[in-house]
């Protein structure tokens, strides 16, 4: 049974990185689309990034365009996803949440049926 489990939230400055995990157990990358989500305070849900069973397609909300960076590593069946010139507007709690999905067609949650359980991402001076 498929089980991810997010890592490396924290307290960050402004301006600061952070890098988050999503290591998968149970089903290889190969067979996942692997997407980024997060819960802003107060707001709905959004897709933040996503990569494709093939890694060879990414996907990002434009907010997050130039400063967040999605890989993976298949050895270690993690994704990751590195953030860069973090601002206040990015504090929240990400998930990871795969998908049988070939590709990052969009980020409709209805798509991604596994989910882990989040870490807190907080941006504060």
């Known amino acids: 049974q498929l089980q991810l489990v997010e890592s490396g939230g924290g307290l960050v400055q402004p301006g600061g990185s952070l890098r988050l995990s999503c290591a998968a157990s149970?089903?290889?990358?190969?067979?996942?689309?692997i997407g980024w989500f997060r819960r802003a305070p107060g707001k709905e849900r959004e897709g933040v990034s996503c990569i494709s069973r093939s890694g060879g397609s990414t996907k990002y909300v434009d907010s997050v365009k130039g400063r967040f960076t999605i890989s993976r590593d298949t050895a270690k069946n993690t994704v990751y996803l590195r953030m860069n010139n973090l601002n206040p507007e990015d504090t929240g709690v990400y998930y990871c949440?795969?998908?049988?999905?070939?590709?990052?067609?969009?980020?409709?949650?209805?798509?991604?049926?596994?989910w882990g359980q989040g870490t807190q991402v907080t941006v504060s001076s």
């Open positions: 949440a795969a998908s049988p999905t070939f590709f990052c067609h969009s980020f409709y949650e209805g798509d991604f049926d596994s």
């Open positions: 149970g089903v290889t990358l190969d067979y996942l689309t």
